[in-house]
């Protein structure tokens, strides 16, 4: 079974503070990818990667950055931590091509006070 | 931003109904996709559609694609408790891959 595991279920850090969520997947897929979901807006693409040490913005990479230095590891970084990026992160990975499901980590639930 | 758009955003039946969900889209799509989320969970990966295919069944799940209409559905039949979740649609554009907001089942015992 592949398996993408997440640094922290939970995490609550001050504003300002820079906050690592880190994500590991165990099936050596090409493609990762970071998502935050809050209530009514569904998931929303910050980055994704679909090899080592390249990175792609997505639909809100505004106060975020992103490395991926080993094809397992993909990691989010806030670099000021603020109020309204309070949300759930949820990684993937995914095979890269067509036609591939993404397979979901458990989340990381983030509180920024 | 979004592609899909579920619909309805709740719904709340009995055990044993049948559940139906709808996702329409805007663009044109190379598959769509269908996720189950428990609360506070990551998703999990239902069910794929390729565009050039009409229905697809797993088990309970039966989904529907009408590129003409740019719609999918997704019936879950003989629906049981542990059915309560959300379910997401993710509309996948050759490697962009969007996802709704999903719709909220509850399954009554």
């Known amino acids: 079974d592949v398996k993408v595991t997440q640094s922290s279920r939970y995490l609550v850090k001050r504003t300002g503070e820079k906050v690592f969520l880190e994500c590991v997947q165990d099936?050596?897929?090409?493609?990762m990818f970071w998502y935050r979901q809050d209530p009514g807006l569904g998931l929303r693409l910050i980055y994704f990667?679909?090899?080592?040490?390249?990175?792609e913005k997505g639909d809100i990479p505004e106060g975020y950055s992103v490395s991926r230095e080993k094809k397992e590891r993909f990691s989010l970084i806030l670099e000021s931590a603020s109020t309204n990026q309070t949300s759930m992160y949820l990684c993937a990975s995914s095979l890269l091509g067509a036609d591939y499901e993404q397979y979901f980590g458990p989340g990381t639930r983030l509180t920024v006070t | 931003s979004q592609q899909g758009e579920e619909d309805p955003q709740a719904l709340s039946i009995q055990e044993g109904e049948n559940a139906t969900m709808n996702c329409s889209y805007k663009t044109s799509i190379n598959n769509l996709q269908w996720y189950r989320q428990n609360s506070g969970r990551g998703l999990v990966h239902l069910i794929l559609?390729?565009?050039?295919?009409r229905e697809k069944h797993s088990g309970r799940l039966r989904v529907t694609l009408d590129t003409s209409k740019k719609s999918s559905s997704l019936l879950i039949t003989a629906s049981r408790a542990a059915d309560t979740a959300s379910y997401f649609c993710?509309?996948?554009?050759?490697?962009?891959?969007?996802f709704g907001a999903g719709t909220r089942l509850t399954v009554k015992p």
């Open positions: 099936m050596d897929h090409e493609n």
């Open positions: 990667s679909y090899d080592v040490k390249m990175k």
């Open positions: 559609i390729r565009s050039n295919e």
């Open positions: 993710a509309t996948d554009a050759y490697n962009d891959m969007r």
